[in-house]
């Protein structure tokens, strides 16, 4: 969806003070960085300036692009290698670790949820991580286009595949 | 009376459970209640919820307010390309995710260039800056600027490689530019400074009728009809090299930065250029009092537009050494800059200093 060329959003910023806090978290969620959320925050609402969507509609459309956009620089690696080079740098200073042994184990612990997150089937990774970002049963389903009834499906089918995920790995480190 | 059933409810159904205890049938409930094998697995859901919120849990404190300003600032400092040098890492990476804007104006500085000679043949210059105009713009316009690449095909043929160097003498060995000389600092100016160059950034549009009509269908209009001879025309855009000399003192904008870039100039393989000049000013995705503006200066082709965001800026002009120079100043009058142009190199002053202060660095660099 897209805005006709020369129809500016006249609500941008309305809609940007209103739903960026959903959005960051959503984004967080997905990349365990406030910083690298942040910066996908400011391309979904950059699309969204560009699109037609309905501002009722909005809140939806913001929270699954931010899980879709999430997930694509999750799963490029690039800015997760690049933000752990810099924690490993000790150049991410907004999120200081009181010692070394905590930072790495944080480290550790965040790059595990990252990969299994990135495994995880596209539509069950946004419907977890929506319904963790506060998303009603209801929202979820009309943003994914299921059925409530199956929004418990597929979120539990996605908690029960990340926590084999994370067990497998803590199990091998 | 309402009798629980033997069939168990799917996972689904345990998992709404705890979230939603409402929307899940009383006859479910009531079976769960009073079965084990469901108890069992409500527990299970209930562990894995947990662990997946603790797994995913980041913590987050918005604010909203600076999430906004650097929003207008990256989207701005996209479209003018200037802001690399001063701003924090994370600005600088999402010039790369918000290079529409970028594209988008410097097809507007093609536009600009107004040359009323066609052009035949080999490449020929049709457009060289010899002033900066300010063109009072708001975010909302650089958002809704129409991305040149839905109008044809657009190629950067040689990327600028921005890095740092040693010193001076490494900055005008990289670039051909000799960095300016600052012979007094303004007061609370310390130190060294640090240089950064880049090369020369050349890209070349070619105008397609077809993906242009392709692109308003989708929007849902109808583009005015390309005038003959546009299809397939190709225009060359090169900007640079430059070189800037920074004194950061730490900070994310620095307390005085002197940036020099060879101008840009822009040409042509072979369009009419009035015409697609007045043809580009006429697509429905520029803001019409944009190119209102835009149509005031396409007179002679030396005019480089400088979009500045009412949001963000104002604008006014003075004088640096002879020439017109354009001078910025951030809402809060924190951040002054000066910029100007003279014998085919752009000049930038800027910094966390007063008006004044900018002008008197701008009107010494050697």
Not at chain 2, 51 to 70: F, G, I, K, N, Y
Not at chain 2, 208 to 215: G, I, L, T, V
């Amino acid at each position: 969806m897209t805005t006709p060329p020369g129809a500016v959003r006249s609500d941008l910023e309305q809609v940007f003070r209103r739903d960026y806090p959903r959005v960051l978290a959503v984004a967080a969620r997905v990349l365990g960085s406030r910083d690298d959320a942040d910066d996908v925050a400011q391309e979904v609402f950059l699309a969204f300036g560009r699109s037609a969507v309905p501002a009722g509609e909005a809140p939806g459309w913001l929270a699954v692009a931010a899980a879709h956009t999430a997930l694509n620089h999750l799963r490029s690696g690039r800015r997760r290698a690049a933000r752990e080079k810099a924690v490993a740098d000790g150049v991410g200073r907004r999120d200081p670790a009181p010692d070394v042994a905590e930072a790495v184990v944080t480290r550790d612990e965040r790059r595990r949820v990252r990969a299994a997150l990135a495994r995880l089937p596209r539509k069950q990774a946004v419907a977890l991580v929506l319904r963790h970002s506060g998303l009603s049963y209801a929202d979820v389903a009309a943003a994914l286009d299921l059925s409530p009834g199956s929004v418990g499906t597929t979120v539990r089918r996605a908690e029960s595949a990340l926590r084999k995920e994370l067990s497998n790995h803590a199990f091998t480190d | 009376m309402r009798s629980p059933t033997d069939r168990h409810p799917t996972d689904g159904t345990l998992r709404r459970l705890l979230d939603e205890p409402a929307g899940v049938a009383d006859v479910d409930r009531d079976h769960v209640a009073g079965c084990p094998v469901c108890l069992r697995g409500l527990a299970a859901a209930r562990e894995d919820a947990v662990t997946a919120a603790t797994a995913l849990s980041c913590e987050t404190t918005p604010d909203v307010d600076l999430a906004w300003r650097r929003f207008s600032a990256a989207t701005v400092a996209s479209a003018t390309g200037s802001a690399a040098a001063r701003t924090p890492a994370p600005t600088r990476r999402r010039l790369f995710t918000l290079r529409s804007p970028v594209v988008a104006v410097l097809g507007l500085v093609v536009v600009l260039g107004g040359a009323s000679a066609a052009a035949a043949g080999d490449w020929f210059q049709i457009f060289r800056t010899e002033q900066v105009v300010p063109v009072q713009v708001s975010v909302n316009d650089l958002v809704a600027l129409p991305d040149l690449s839905n109008y044809g095909d657009l190629q950067v043929t040689s990327e600028p490689h921005v890095h740092a160097v040693a010193d001076a003498a490494a900055a005008e060995q990289a670039t051909g530019l000799r960095p300016p000389g600052v012979d007094r600092l303004p007061r609370g100016v310390t130190g060294e400074p640090s240089y950064t160059v880049g090369g020369q950034v050349t890209a070349e549009f070619t105008f397609s009728a077809e993906k242009a009509a392709r692109a308003a269908a989708t929007a849902g209009h109808s583009l005015p009809t390309p005038p003959p001879g546009l299809d397939g025309s190709r225009f060359r855009l090169v900007a640079g090299p430059g070189a800037a000399e920074i004194w950061s003192e730490g900070r994310s904008i620095p307390a005085l930065a002197v940036v020099r870039l060879a101008a840009p100039t822009a040409y042509s393989s072979g369009a009419p250029f009035a015409t697609a000049r007045d043809y580009l000013l006429s697509l429905p995705g520029l803001p019409a009092h944009l190119a209102d503006q835009l149509r005031g200066f396409t007179g002679a082709g030396t005019t480089l537009p400088l979009p500045v965001p009412a949001e963000l800026a104002t604008s006014s002009t003075a004088d640096v050494n002879g020439h017109q120079a354009t001078v910025l100043a951030s809402r809060d009058r924190t951040v002054h800059g000066v910029v100007w142009v003279e014998n085919g190199v752009v000049t930038g002053v800027a910094g966390l200093l007063g008006e004044d202060e900018v002008l008197a660095v701008a009107r010494h660099v050697g």
